[in-house]
């Protein structure tokens, strides 16, 4: 049900690829709750082409940009200003690659050069994002940045990799960065920690499906869907929530706050 929450505004959604990514299940919604946007992804991803029906679906352009490239996310921000008609009010970031992870490289056995690029694409694009928006002023007063992350962060899930500490890095420039953009701009920077979802990037790390199955059991409410998650993006986009800044907000069916669920060992009931 569509309530107007983000009718006039703009946004620039990164990271849709196809129909099970969350960043499409949030362009949906915020198209939805009366949004323009603009989509970009890598320009590799735009070959697969599902971004761009996503695209067409939502009447968005699609703009290819290289999140690890200024330049590219300068023409990005440019350009989407040109094609929305005025500054930015939100931006999602859903952006995680680790060919660590992809090359099934032990954690003791990790590869640098690999790991470092990880940290690039994955964290420190999140910066240059934010970077190149404030030197562009390309966010209206009161605009809202958001990044996916998760728990791993600050919990070890040993089958993460080092894609924990580029979610650590991320949520760092997120308060690091949101002190800076909101002392100048008023422009909130927050991360959201989900539950684990079945997306085509988390469904390639090693144990997924027994993972997720624990992940639900351990949650009171369960595992948080991806369009559950497009719902509390919209809410963080929104003005309803003009105060919530430099925060990571676990949404996630409260296991981030379990220890022990008698439910994990069958002892429910």
Known sequence: MANNLLKGKRGIIFGALDDKSIATKVAERCVEEGAQITLTNAPVALRFGEIQKIGEKLNAQVIPADATSIEDLENLMTQSMEILGG?????????????????????????????????????????????????????????????????????????YSEMAESKALLESFARSFGYHFGTKKKVRVNTISQSPTWTTAGSGVKGFQEFFDYADKMSPLGNASADACADYCVTMFSDLTRSVTMQNLFHDGGFSSMGMNPAVLGMEG
């Open 87 to 159: 500054k930015i009010d939100f931006i999602l970031h859903s952006i995680g690659m680790s060919i660590n992870v992809r090359k099934k490289k032990d954690y003791t056995d990790l590869k640098h050069d690999w790991m470092q690029k990880t940290f690039d694409i994955s964290a420190i694009s999140f910066h240059k994002v934010m970077q190149t928006a404030m030197k562009l002023d390309a966010v209206n007063d009161w605009g809202s940045i958001l990044a996916l992350t998760y728990i791993a962060a600050q919990r070890t899930f040993p089958d």
